[in-house]
């Protein structure tokens, strides 16, 4: 449990996470959920007063991947592949963002793979305020590919 904690506060040491006020609050021992806060300082607020936006797509930004790495083992290769970010209004506090992987989305990355050789995996991560809003959404492109030996 202590090598868990401290995994955790060297992660959001990482000076991209520290410097931008991103931190991750929870991470699943299986690394099948992550929950992470943006939190809203003077230093990232943009010149109105709201989250800065290039911290808000940051936050979302490296997780579906490592989720994926660590649960599709060394015979995979895992690239972030494209992502959007769709606005809907200022982040006037702290931010939130949850990233899920289930056993049922690991079938069917397992199932395209072996028909179709890829596949491109698509999430939308919501990012929500302290009233659980919807401030933005981001939309992850991960590619999957087998290792060639």
Do not use: C
Request: glycine share 4%.
């Amino acid at each position: 449990m202590r090598l868990r904690k401290l995994l955790l506060h060297v992660w959001n040491l990482w000076p991209p996470f520290f410097f931008s006020g991103i931190k991750i609050v929870k991470r699943s021992k299986d690394f099948r959920h992550f929950t992470v806060k943006l939190k809203l300082r003077f230093w990232n607020a943009n010149y109105v007063g709201t989250q800065y936006g290039g911290s808000i797509f940051s936050m979302t930004d490296p997780f579906y991947m490592i989720m994926l790495m660590h649960n599709l083992g060394k015979d995979f290769v895992v690239w972030d592949k494209s992502a959007t970010i769709r606005y809907k209004k200022p982040g006037k506090s702290d931010l939130w963002a949850e990233f899920n992987l289930t056993q049922q989305d690991l079938e069917e990355i397992h199932q395209t793979i072996e028909n179709q050789g890829y596949m491109h995996w698509i999430r939308v991560v919501e990012i929500k305020n302290n009233q659980q809003e919807i401030v933005a959404e981001v939309e992850k492109v991960i590619s999957i590919k087998p290792k060639k030996h």
